[in-house]
């Protein structure tokens, strides 16, 4: 079975699994007799979360709620007894984990974090590893209480092989294996560089950054699939595509499979909201079109989004979305417009994951953290600084330039005994 790349943290956690043979030797066990599962999981650390912040290298999520383990045969399918869910508490308390009845033809051991419950859960009917490849969640709207991907629950998987262990002193035979977790979205933040001339003008409002992500959806397990990317087959019907993107009606054709047209994702609320303390505009007599200093400095990005790999052929945008006067004074020095005489929001600067035209831009990898710098150039009283009001048709370079830089999430090392 293939498995992930996963990070190393020492993180050892041991839990006691009893089995029982029915198929095999391992070491010198009779068959039919008992045996356990050594378990340790390799996890990020736990405790209270802290919120991420781009400056830091090692300051991601790393709280672990829960954890869902499923056992299998050598065939890497077939359960070899039911899957067994630990919560946090179980797991940060040391106390004794209730024990999983199996055989000790347990071949394979796979587990996903922080998917908020089994029972009642997206995996409540799962049976073999093949139905729980299929298990396809988006990064928000999971039915599971308490178990959306974000800051405090990011999902994570691992999966490996079980190996003979030896044998305890009254022959019971000893199974083990370390799961080496691995999260399994990746993170993105946006930071902005305003460069536009005339913006002090105020024929510019911005009011935010949003993403339109064409991989909402994710599966909890690479066998037979790329980068957790789900087969379309394994969405429900209906599955919808984008989050966190900005007006709906702007966008009624974005979607380039007609299967999906119908109803796309489509959420209000942006990625970072700024406001006058979080985003320093341009205040009067500072442009540097009347030989002021324009602003050089990024905001800092201290929110992120969660996304995954995208589904066929739809792409990721990055939009900083904002007004645009309808005045129409052609005399910058004397503008007569003002935020009650603007149009609905439908000026942007865009960047799409994997443009080949633009250097770096990749497209999203799970379990990477990007950081995007659009700067906006250009005349804001001109057009708006060169917007659209269509994301999908970014502007010039000369009027947004992007700089992105990655890094894969660093857990700490702890040691924390499960029993």
Known sequence: MKTSKFFIAA????TLISC???DATVENNKVGGPAKIELKLALPKLGTFTRSNDMNAVDEDIKVNDIIIFVT???GNTLDCPPKFFT???IASGGVVPTITASTSAAYVFAIVNTGALSSGAFQSV???????RVALKVDGNPNAGSNCISENVWMGAGDNLTGGGTEADGTAI???TLKLEYIPAKVYVKVVNQMKNY???AVILDGVSMINAGAWTCFTPESIINFVPKREYLPTGAKFYANGTDAAHFGSYVDEPHYNAQPDYETNTLYQWTGSDFPMMPANVDPGNGGTPITTAMVANEGFYAFPVIGNNDTYLTVYGRYSIDETTDPDNPVGNASTLTAPNFYWSYKFGDSSIPGATKITQAKKYIVTLTLQGDAWSNGGGGSVDPTNPPTPANVKITIETAKW??????KPIE
């Open 410 to 415: 660093i857990p700490e090392e702890i040691n």
């Open 200 to 202: 002090d003008k105020a």
């Open 11 to 14: 993180f050892a956690a041991l």
């Open 175 to 177: 199974l083990t294996t």
């Open 88 to 90: 946090g508490a179980q």
């Open 127 to 133: 049976g073999t590893i093949a139905q729980a490849n």
């Open 20 to 22: 029982v043979k029915d």
């Open 73 to 75: 045969k050598a065939d």
